[in-house]
């Protein structure tokens, strides 16, 4: 009868672990579809598989020789627990973008830990859980320090073309309504490391944690062709468009200095035409040769500098 009794547990312990087989190759999956898509190191999905399939074979190969028996906790639970949380957070703190992707996968084994473990086992896993995301904010700290404190190096000057008429054809009240679906677009546009302000009239201004040469022209040119797209019912058809001064911030310039060659790109943009994005002089030598796009009805939307 107790040998019936340790056969059902085993089985039992088995079962439950052949779930957290299940869980591993789900986050493998994910692992290696995010690899593909550029968010993971190439090399990361295999070497996190191989991990994986070395712990859980000796887990499985305890289960199955009785090895487990041995332990005062035969299900391992602890043991188990400490080494997913350990493993999606090998991936949390290489995922960039995609972390929450793999942070819904921490969850999963805490819950069964607080059904198994007693108040000084998840105390410890608690701990361990700590430390790991200890190291995980340190890692990023070092590779990533703009994730930590976000360094703010590129300016945008955007001023709404033509913007009087609106208020003439329309009244301020449409007017208003026009600014505040354009702050809600420049709002969606960006990055939640990034920062947007009207200051004043129909002039906004977006701080981006970005390089000139990086991300910024894409980011200005998506903000341009996302207010060219809005569609107010309160204009009647009626099409706004927007004119962009960037300029990336210099080391050991002040602010009066950006603003200044922000809004001087942005008067070239305007007199060049409007509905297209200046780069001001930069104090880089290869930032005087800026990439020109084309906007929908091939004019210029990015200007030389």
């Known amino acids: ?46 070497w996190w598989a191989l991990g994986a399939l070395v712990v859980t074979s000796a887990v499985f190969i305890m289960l199955r020789t009785g090895w ?13 627990l400490i080494f997913a949380m350990f493993a999606a957070m090998a991936l ?18 805490l819950l069964f830990g607080i059904l198994r473990l007693n108040f000084r086992q998840m105390a410890r896993v608690g701990v361990v859980g700590l430390l790991g995301y200890l190291a995980i904010i340190a890692t990023i700290a070092l590779r990533q320090p703009e994730r930590v404190q976000p360094a703010l190096e590129t300016l945008n000057l955007i001023d709404l073309d033509n913007f009087k008429q609106v208020n003439d054809r329309f009244g301020h009240p449409v007017g208003d309504e ?28 977006v701080l ?3 390089d000139l040469h990086d991300q910024a022209l894409a980011v200005s040119d998506r903000i341009r062709v996302a207010i060219e797209q809005l569609r107010i019912p309160f204009l009647q058809g009626l099409t706004i468009s927007a004119s ?10 002040s602010s009066t200095s950006l603003i200044a060659r922000a809004d001087h790109a942005l008067y070239r943009a305007k007199a060049q035409g409007r509905n297209r994005i200046c780069c001001a002089e930069d104090a880089r030598p290869q930032a005087s040769a800026v990439t020109t796009l084309s906007d929908g009805f091939g004019q210029s939307a990015i200007a030389e500098s």
Not at 244 to 253: L, M, P, T, Y
């Open 1 to 46: 009868m107790r040998d019936t009794g340790i056969a059902a547990r085993q089985a039992l312990r088995m079962r439950r672990f052949m779930m957290s087989v299940l869980t591993y190759v789900a986050c493998g999956a994910i692992a290696q579809a995010y690899a593909r898509l550029g968010f993971l190191p190439r090399w990361i999905p295999a």
């Open 68 to 80: 487990n028996l041995r332990f005062k906790d035969p299900s391992m639970t602890e043991i188990q």
């Open 92 to 109: 949390i703190s290489q995922a960039d973008e995609a972390r929450g992707a793999f942070l819904m996968f921490l969850p999963v084994p």
């Open 178 to 205: 026009v600014l505040v679906q354009v702050g809600k677009c420049l709002r969606d546009s960006i990055r939640t490391l990034d920062y947007v302000a009207r200051i004043g009239g129909e002039e906004f201004a």
């Open 208 to 210: 981006l944690s970005v």
């Open 244 to 253: 962009i001064g960037i300029a990336q911030w210099a080391k050991a310039e």
